[in-house]
């Protein structure tokens, strides 16, 4: 046990200050960090975007922290809540289990991409006039997930619009005026 702890001391008194100070800036991590990025090519709500990434990065961070698309909600970060649902290449997805680099060449659609310019999407509209939010942060992935679900064929009752939406939670209860808004948007026969 001594010389155990005695070499420990040893070698810790022996090592160079820069190479202490190295390690309490983490400086291993930034490089391995600056040699690990990959180079991701995404089409983002119509924009292209070439990009280095570091392969652990989730599609939802990408969006709200590297390109200032905070409309795509951090809820859980579980994959349980559906806050963050986009769409890839037309399919409903949780943005949080999604690693950026795995949608190299895809189209994104974020609920910043729904709305033609300053004319809001017909279910951003419906969500509006039935209330389908309160608080208002669980909005944006149901919007996505509500046009997901009339596009998949998935909004034919009310029953079945609940079925396909039960991936996203809304913790204000504001359920009856989402399947509402979804029935109106199905019914009137407006492209989603």
Request: with cysteine.
């Amino acid at each position: 046990m001594f010389l155990k702890q005695s070499s420990i001391l040893t070698a810790f008194a022996l090592t160079p200050g820069v190479a202490v100070k190295a390690a309490d800036l983490k400086f291993e991590e930034k490089v391995a960090a600056a040699f690990e990025q990959v180079k991701v090519t995404l089409e983002i709500n119509g924009k292209k975007h070439k990009l280095s990434l570091e392969p652990r990065t989730t599609l939802l961070d990408l969006l709200r922290e590297r390109l200032q698309l905070t409309g795509t909600k951090k809820g859980c970060d579980y994959g349980q809540c559906g806050a963050c649902t986009v769409h890839v290449d037309g399919q409903r997805v949780n943005s949080c289990l999604t690693l950026a680099v795995m949608q190299d060449g895809k189209k994104v659609t974020t609920i910043e991409g729904l709305a033609d310019g300053d004319n809001l999407h017909p279910m951003q509209e419906a969500f509006i006039k039935h209330d389908g939010f309160q608080c208002g942060y669980c909005t944006p992935g149901q919007i996505m997930s509500a046009v997901a679900c009339i596009r998949e064929g998935h909004a034919d009752s009310d029953e079945e619009i609940r079925e396909y939406m039960s991936g996203n939670i809304c913790r204000c209860g504001a359920y009856p005026n989402i399947v509402n808004a979804i029935k109106e948007v199905k019914n009137g026969g407006l492209k989603v």
